[in-house]
């Protein structure tokens, strides 16, 4: 909303500066966005001229030489082009030095041979209008020399307002000088509504038209008035130069009235021509399901029932208007004055008002203590009678409580007590409000649920030399095809793009966006993760609940953690880059499920876009817990990657289950001495070492603690189809240092295990 | 007995001369070793007179030790600069560069603000709880007093996947599933993402972070949202943070206000010397969060878990994460926030 200054002082002038009046208005909810200066420079360069003699340019058809009386003892000349300019005529003169409102200096020049010093202005020279075919001619009178802001509105200020949509009264001059007289107590001009034209004649409006409501609740009310005799033409000066300052051109004087008083009071008005509204009749109903009709714009549009079309006897024509919600209240009597004042109209006598459903005022109550109770403060019971009365809620007090009558232009935002709180507080000042805490009652800050984990997890992925990411939830459906994977999925309606249409099950697409752009920008080699939400469906989206959902969640979100690894630690002079294979990225996976702690295993195979022969999924009991591998080397082409690219994405949310409440107790490791032993074993080669530890702590029974496999070695030793494994072998009782009979029987039964998988001790 | 002047002039010259350990444990057997000659002497004695044994002993017996400590001091000597030798000869070029360290990784910007946030509302009180993002209009819009036909939930500004179903566009809608679960009082914070469609340029992305705050109790006041925020202030941009508040509008509080901060760029003067300053634009405060006392009506969807709006009352914030981390951190484009390019990671959250 742009708020001329000069404007806004014709109805509260509290005597602040542009600046301190748009503080005021910022600090009691009209936030200022930018005050602009329009119009000329320096106002001192422009006055008041006559022109003595104008004859025509020896040199130049179209030019005027002009003898002009600036007031100063000697005329002026003065070269124009303007071909209404005449003797005897009073103008607007810009001396040379004078600042035009684009910013421009004005100098002396000579014209095909003729020195001009200065300008005779026309309207759009010094921005208070747009016409150009010729200067203006002041009424005379104006003293030559005389400054010209004291005849035309040359410079002013603009406040350009940031207005919350809940005040639709502020969205016009004179709501905002309530505003302004609200919080200074200034005075504040009579209701630009209360002055009503002199009607002339013997017949009445309802004679030359009517109007009909067709649906109250699209339409509250519509009121009308007849002009006859109306004279199309420009609108003054003074007016021109208040639209143009707020931001309208101005057009006409009819159309430019409508719009002033819009401005200035809020209120949405229209000039029908009468002789084009056919039936003489205006009909306001909703629009038919996807009715079509052609608007002032010459746009023809499709229109839904919640809009409520302005039509003649006949239907809707042009001369309808679309109107965008309801419609309250209607005071034009501005219209009134000015069409008769502006136009030379004659106003016919009476109003046609179709208003079916009259609205009473709102009552509204504040309690003084309740007041309090919400602020943290009191507010002297004077000052909260005189806020709520500036404002025009014509408070009455009550003992301990305020009772007021909404006014109609804030019936739609204060409602109730709370509202009123709000209404006397920032008239008040927020900045008086005092600084306490809360009492805090049962509070306890912390993280919940799974975050100390995730922070955990993400920690150590982070010491571990990876960068955290954070891509969108979106991704493409394409790229879900080039994961092979299938299954549900969740769509949004009205994507911006197809690129981000559907919900990410998975966090490894934007991982490979990532490696990509990276690799594409020079960094080939680096290791992402990223913690975020997947999002799965749960039934369908279409059975949504009808009432309150209770707790419900409309999808399946998980938390996921994911990491991808193109390159696991850098090379340098003496040693090679660590490549992302399976293993370096299986490292990173331990680290995570280590800090977790849960007993966790892999299991060959897992989704279809890893390597199949390194390709892991991660679980825990029964539960799987998420996947580790190499990726797919064709998966790794769509994403322009080179082998070997692995990563991992486990359930962050499960992972945390496993390990809530649990908590670690003392073992005891230092009373009794452990045994520590290690064995080469032998095995065929599709033997894993999964299986061989398997077969290791089968036979360890509970003395063996701990087995750890630290080697492998194919050769000539072993023989072309089998590997050797090394294992460290811990073995320990809880209450007694093991015999050596012990430990010679533990590995006897370890051997006998190993033989079930062809494997032996090698010696 | 031999002439032990003699002896000890000639095993002192020797010992001096040596220019190697093996030289000097040469010289000591020579000297001192069992079949020395002075070790036969001092063995000797006990064969001289009684009277001489005296004289004769000590004197035997200096020298030794003499020639002793002169042999471990030039054993010393000798060790110290074959060392320094050998260390000569180990030296390495010092200028080339060490093994490559495993590259210090990064938490995200937004992470490390997330976190700095969370952390300074525990320190205050609160309970770190999340919420969904996939949502019901009723959690989004519904319960938190916006009327069917608010603009905001227009497609224009809301990600639909059906008609009751939609992406969240705040973490508000945490407030009222928060209050279902747990009876008042309540002091919980939100972070999360949160869903816009609103075409990507600097300052828009369609998917940001918000973080929420809610306290409900019997007691809360518009002067205690202020002393909480003030604390948040301090703790985020520095103890000389002022905190100014400035009515708003939001339909699920009232009174609404808008949350400006000091700006921490200029001091909160508007300029630094005689430039403007970019951070604030010349106005000394920066908005960074919207907030207000919880809305009756919202208190009255949550009535029957204990929230009767004429029994409690309290205050609720929200702000963007992205938004904060970017003024503090002086990110020029949101975008970047989100294009995950490694030159932009390692500058933050190590």
Not at chain 1, 491 to 506: A, C, F, G, I, Y
Not at chain 2, 148 to 170: N, W
């Given at each position: 909303?742009?708020?001329?200054?000069?404007?806004?002082?014709?109805?509260?002038?509290?005597?602040?500066?542009?600046?301190?009046?748009?503080?005021?208005?910022?600090?009691?909810?009209?936030?200022?966005?930018?005050?602009?200066?329009?119009?000329?420079?320096?106002?001192?360069?422009?006055?008041?001229?006559?022109?003595?003699?104008?004859?025509?340019?020896?040199?130049?058809?179209?030019?005027?030489?002009?003898?002009?009386?600036?007031?100063?003892?000697?005329?002026?000349?003065?070269?124009?082009?303007?071909?209404?300019?005449?003797?005897?005529?009073?103008?607007?003169?810009?001396?040379?030095?004078?600042?035009?409102?684009?910013?421009?200096?004005?100098?002396?020049?000579?014209?095909?041979?003729?020195?001009?010093?200065?300008?005779?202005?026309?309207?759009?020279?010094?921005?208070?209008?747009?016409?150009?075919?010729?200067?203006?001619?002041?009424?005379?009178?104006?003293?030559?020399?005389?400054?010209?802001?004291?005849?035309?509105?040359?410079?002013?200020?603009?406040?350009?307002?940031?207005?919350?949509?809940?005040?639709?009264?502020?969205?016009?001059?004179?709501?905002?000088?309530?505003?302004?007289?609200?919080?200074?107590?200034?005075?504040?001009?009579?209701?630009?509504?209360?002055?009503?034209?002199?009607?002339?004649?013997?017949?009445?409006?309802?004679?030359?038209?009517?109007?009909?409501?067709?649906?109250?609740?699209?339409?509250?009310?519509?009121?009308?008035?007849?002009?006859?005799?109306?004279?199309?033409?420009?609108?003054?000066?003074?007016?021109?130069?208040?639209?143009?300052?707020?931001?309208?051109?101005?057009?006409?004087?009819?159309?430019?009235?409508?719009?002033?008083?819009?401005?200035?009071?809020?209120?949405?008005?229209?000039?029908?021509?009468?002789?084009?509204?056919?039936?003489?009749?205006?009909?306001?109903?909703?629009?038919?399901?996807?009715?079509?009709?052609?608007?002032?714009?010459?746009?023809?549009?499709?229109?839904?029932?919640?809009?409520?079309?302005?039509?003649?006897?006949?239907?809707?024509?042009?001369?309808?208007?679309?109107?965008?919600?309801?419609?309250?209240?209607?005071?034009?009597?501005?219209?009134?004055?000015?069409?008769?004042?502006?136009?030379?109209?004659?106003?016919?006598?009476?109003?046609?008002?179709?208003?079916?459903?009259?609205?009473?005022?709102?009552?509204?109550?504040?309690?003084?203590?309740?007041?309090?109770?919400?602020?943290?403060?009191?507010?002297?019971?004077?000052?909260?009678?005189?806020?709520?009365?500036?404002?025009?809620?014509?408070?009455?007090?009550?003992?301990?409580?305020?009772?007021?009558?909404?006014?109609?232009?804030?019936?739609?935002?204060?409602?109730?007590?709370?509202?009123?709180?709000?209404?006397?507080?920032?008239?008040?000042?927020?900045?008086?409000?005092?600084?306490?805490?809360?009492?805090?009652?049962?509070?306890?800050?912390?993280?919940?649920?799974?975050?100390?984990?995730?922070?955990?997890?993400?920690?150590?992925?982070?010491?571990?030399?990876?960068h955290e990411i954070v891509s969108y939830?979106?991704?493409?459906?394409?790229?879900?095809?080039?994961?092979?994977?299938?299954?549900?999925?969740?769509?949004?309606?009205?994507?911006?793009?197809?690129?981000?249409?559907?919900?990410?099950?998975?966090?490894?697409?934007g991982l490979?966006d990532a490696a990509r752009h990276n690799?594409?920008h020079?960094?080939?080699?680096l290791?992402l993760?990223e913690?975020?939400?997947?999002?799965?469906?749960?039934?369908?989206?279409?059975?949504?609940?009808?009432?309150?959902?209770?707790?419900?969640?409309?999808?399946?979100?998980?938390?996921?953690?994911?990491?991808?690894?193109?390159?696991?630690?850098?090379?340098?002079?003496?040693?090679?880059?660590?490549?992302?294979?399976?293993?370096?990225?299986?490292?990173?996976?331990?680290?995570?499920?280590?800090?977790?702690?849960?007993?966790?295993?892999?299991?060959?195979?897992?989704?279809?876009?890893?390597?199949?022969?390194?390709?892991?999924?991660?679980?825990?009991?029964?539960?799987?817990?998420?996947?580790?591998?190499?990726?797919?080397?064709?998966?790794?082409?769509?994403?322009?990657?080179?082998?070997?690219?692995?990563?991992?994405?486990?359930?962050?949310?499960?992972?945390?289950?496993?390990?809530?409440?649990?908590?670690?107790?003392?073992?005891?490791?230092?009373?009794?001495?452990?045994?520590?032993?290690?064995?080469?074993?032998?095995?065929?080669?599709?033997?894993?070492?999964?299986?061989?530890?398997?077969?290791?702590?089968?036979?360890?029974?509970?003395?063996?603690?701990?087995?750890?496999?630290?080697?492998?070695?194919?050769?000539?030793?072993?023989?072309?189809?089998?590997?050797?494994?090394?294992?460290?072998?811990?073995?320990?009782?809880?209450?007694?240092?093991?015999?050596?009979?012990?430990?010679?029987?533990?590995?006897?039964?370890?051997?006998?295990?190993?033989?079930?998988?062809?494997?032996?001790?090698?010696? | 007995?031999?002439?032990?002047?003699?002896?000890?002039?000639?095993?002192?010259?020797?010992?001096?001369?040596?220019?190697?350990?093996?030289?000097?444990?040469?010289?000591?057997?020579?000297?001192?070793?069992?079949?020395?000659?002075?070790?036969?002497?001092?063995?000797?004695?006990?064969?001289?007179?009684?009277?001489?044994?005296?004289?004769?002993?000590?004197?035997?017996?200096?020298?030794?030790?003499?020639?002793?400590?002169?042999?471990?001091?030039?054993?010393?000597?000798?060790?110290?600069?074959?060392?320094?030798?050998?260390?000569?000869?180990?030296?390495?070029?010092?200028?080339?560069?060490?093994?490559?360290?495993?590259?210090?990784?990064?938490?995200h910007?937004?992470?490390?603000?997330?976190?700095?946030?969370?952390?300074?509302?525990?320190?205050?009180?609160?309970?770190?709880?999340?919420?969904?993002?996939?949502?019901?209009?009723?959690?989004?819009?519904?319960?938190?007093?916006?009327?069917?036909?608010?603009?905001?939930?227009?497609?224009?500004?809301?990600?639909?996947?059906?008609?009751?179903?939609?992406?969240?566009?705040?973490?508000?809608?945490?407030?009222?599933?928060?209050?279902?679960?747990?009876?008042?009082?309540?002091?919980?914070?939100?972070?999360?993402?949160?869903?816009?469609?609103?075409?990507?340029?600097?300052?828009?992305?369609?998917?940001?972070?918000?973080?929420?705050?809610?306290?409900?109790?019997?007691?809360?006041?518009?002067?205690?949202?202020?002393?909480?925020?003030?604390?948040?202030?301090?703790?985020?941009?520095?103890?000389?943070?002022?905190?100014?508040?400035?009515?708003?509008?939001?339909?699920?509080?009232?009174?609404?206000?808008?949350?400006?901060?000091?700006?921490?760029?200029?001091?909160?003067?508007?300029?630094?010397?005689?430039?403007?300053?970019?951070?604030?634009?010349?106005?000394?405060?920066?908005?960074?969060?919207?907030?207000?006392?919880?809305?009756?009506?919202?208190?009255?969807?949550?009535?029957?878990?204990?929230?009767?709006?004429?029994?409690?009352?309290?205050?609720?914030?929200?702000?963007?994460?992205?938004?904060?981390?970017?003024?503090?951190?002086?990110?020029?484009?949101?975008?970047m926030l989100f294009e995950n390019d490694v030159r932009l990671l390692?500058?933050?959250?190590?």
């Open positions: 909303m742009r708020v001329p200054v000069s404007w806004l002082r014709s109805y509260c002038a509290p005597g602040l500066s542009a600046e301190e009046i748009a503080d005021v208005l910022t600090m009691a909810g009209i936030k200022l966005e930018r005050l602009h200066r329009v119009g000329v420079g320096d106002p001192a360069q422009f006055v008041v001229g006559r022109v003595l003699k104008a004859e025509p340019h020896p040199d130049a058809d179209r030019l005027t030489v002009c003898e002009v009386d600036d007031g100063s003892a000697a005329p002026r000349t003065i070269v124009c082009g303007a071909p209404n300019v005449a003797g005897g005529q009073t103008v607007a003169v810009a001396l040379p030095g004078a600042v035009m409102p684009d910013g421009s200096k004005l100098g002396e020049a000579k014209l095909r041979g003729v020195k001009s010093s200065g300008m005779i202005l026309a309207e759009d020279e010094v921005g208070i209008g747009e016409d150009h075919t010729g200067i203006m001619v002041l009424e005379n009178g104006a003293e030559p020399g005389s400054p010209l802001a004291d005849q035309l509105p040359i410079a002013d200020e603009v406040l350009e307002l940031e207005i919350t949509p809940n005040r639709p009264d502020a969205m016009a001059v004179y709501g905002v000088a309530r505003e302004v007289h609200a919080v200074t107590a200034a005075p504040l001009g009579d209701d630009p509504g209360a002055e009503d034209a002199e009607p002339a004649g013997d017949d009445s409006a309802e004679d030359h038209a009517s109007v009909e409501i067709a649906d109250p609740e699209i339409c509250l009310r519509f009121s009308a008035r007849v002009y006859e005799d109306v004279e199309i033409g420009p609108s003054p000066a003074w007016l021109k130069q208040r639209l143009m300052a707020a931001g309208q051109r101005p057009i006409s004087n009819v159309v430019d009235i409508t719009n002033y008083v819009m401005l200035t009071v809020g209120q949405p008005l229209h000039a029908f021509d009468l002789d084009r509204v056919r039936g003489s009749r205006i009909v306001v109903r909703r629009a038919e399901p996807r009715e079509k009709m052609r608007t002032l714009d010459g746009v023809e549009r499709e229109f839904d029932p919640d809009t409520a079309l302005v039509c003649d006897a006949e239907g809707p024509s042009e001369i309808g208007g679309i109107m965008g919600g309801e419609i309250s209240e209607v005071s034009d009597a501005t219209t009134r004055v000015l069409m008769v004042e502006l136009c030379g109209a004659r106003l016919v006598p009476g109003t046609i008002d179709a208003y079916p459903r009259a609205a009473e005022s709102r009552k509204v109550s504040l309690r003084l203590a309740r007041m309090e109770q919400l602020l943290g403060t009191s507010i002297d019971t004077d000052e909260v009678v005189g806020i709520l009365g500036r404002l025009g809620f014509q408070p009455v007090l009550s003992g301990e409580t305020v009772d007021t009558t909404a006014p109609p232009w804030r019936d739609s935002d204060v409602q109730r007590e709370a509202d009123l709180v709000e209404e006397v507080a920032r008239v008040h000042g927020l900045d008086k409000i005092p600084t306490t805490l809360p009492a805090r009652r049962n509070a306890v800050g912390r993280l919940a649920g799974s975050q100390p984990l995730r922070r955990r997890l993400e920690d150590a992925l982070r010491d571990r030399g990876l939830s979106f991704t493409a459906p394409e790229a879900l095809e080039r994961l092979r994977t299938d299954g549900e999925q969740l769509r949004v309606r009205n994507p911006l793009s197809e690129e981000q249409s559907v919900l990410r099950p998975l966090l490894l697409p490979l690799a594409a020079g960094r080939a080699g290791a993760f913690s975020a939400h997947v999002y799965l469906p749960a039934g369908s989206l279409d059975e949504a609940p009808s009432g309150p959902p209770a707790g419900a969640r409309p999808a399946a979100e998980g938390h996921h953690l994911g990491a991808l690894v193109t390159e696991a630690a850098p090379g340098g002079w003496r040693s090679n880059p660590v490549a992302g294979d399976f293993y370096a990225t299986r490292a990173l996976l331990e680290a995570v499920l280590g800090i977790a702690g849960v007993d966790w295993r892999l299991e060959p195979g897992g989704p279809p876009f890893l390597h199949p022969g390194r390709a892991a999924t991660v679980k825990a009991g029964e539960a799987e817990l998420g996947w580790l591998g190499e990726l797919h080397p064709l998966v790794l082409r769509e994403w322009e990657l080179h082998a070997p690219v692995s990563a991992f994405e486990i359930d962050a949310e499960a992972l945390a289950a496993l390990t809530l409440g649990s908590v670690a107790t003392y073992h005891d490791v230092t009373s009794v001495p452990s045994v520590l032993q290690d064995i080469a074993v032998v095995v065929p080669d599709e033997v894993s070492a999964a299986e061989v530890e398997r077969a290791v702590r089968a036979g360890g029974g509970e003395l063996l603690s701990d087995v750890q496999v630290f080697d492998l070695y194919r050769g000539e030793q072993v023989g072309q189809g089998s590997k050797s494994l090394a294992l460290r072998l811990e073995f320990r009782a809880p209450d007694r240092t093991l015999t050596d009979d012990e430990v010679t029987e533990r590995r006897a039964a370890i051997e006998r295990e190993l033989d079930q998988i062809g494997g032996s001790l090698r010696a | 007995m031999p002439d032990l002047d003699q002896l000890r002039s000639e095993a002192e010259a020797a010992i001096a001369a040596a220019g190697s350990s093996a030289e000097l444990e040469e010289l000591r057997v020579r000297y001192l070793g069992r079949k020395a000659e002075l070790t036969q002497a001092l063995r000797s004695i006990v064969e001289l007179p009684p009277q001489e044994r005296g004289p004769a002993g000590k004197a035997a017996n200096q020298v030794k030790q003499a020639l002793e400590a002169m042999l471990e001091r030039r054993t010393e000597e000798l060790e110290a600069s074959e060392l320094d030798r050998k260390l000569a000869e180990d030296r390495i070029d010092v200028t080339l560069p060490g093994d490559p360290p495993r590259p210090l990784g990064h938490l910007l937004v992470s490390q603000i997330r976190r700095e946030m969370e952390d300074i509302f525990i320190g205050l009180g609160f309970a770190v709880v999340e919420g969904p993002e996939v949502e019901y209009g009723y959690y989004n819009f519904t319960a938190l007093n916006h009327p069917p036909e608010h603009p905001a939930r227009q497609p224009g500004d809301t990600f639909y996947l059906s008609d009751e179903v939609l992406l969240r566009t705040h973490t508000s809608p945490m407030q009222v599933r928060a209050m279902e679960e747990q009876e008042p009082p309540i002091y919980i914070v939100v972070p999360g993402r949160v869903y816009r469609p609103d075409t990507p340029d600097a300052t828009h992305v369609p998917m940001f972070h918000q973080l929420e705050g809610l306290a409900i109790d019997e007691d809360i006041t518009l002067a205690d949202l202020q002393g909480v925020l003030v604390q948040f202030a301090r703790g985020m941009f520095g103890e000389d943070t002022e905190v100014r508040l400035r009515p708003g509008y939001f339909p699920f509080t009232e009174p609404s206000v808008e949350v400006d901060v000091s700006c921490f760029n200029c001091g909160g003067k508007g300029f630094i010397g005689s430039e403007r300053c970019h951070t604030c634009k010349g106005e000394g405060w920066i908005e960074i969060l919207g907030s207000g006392m919880v809305d009756p009506n919202v208190l009255g969807y949550v009535a029957d878990r204990g929230y009767d709006p004429d029994k409690v009352q309290g205050f609720a914030f929200g702000m963007g994460i992205e938004r904060i981390a970017m003024l503090k951190h002086r990110v020029p484009d949101l975008r390692e500058q933050f959250g190590a």
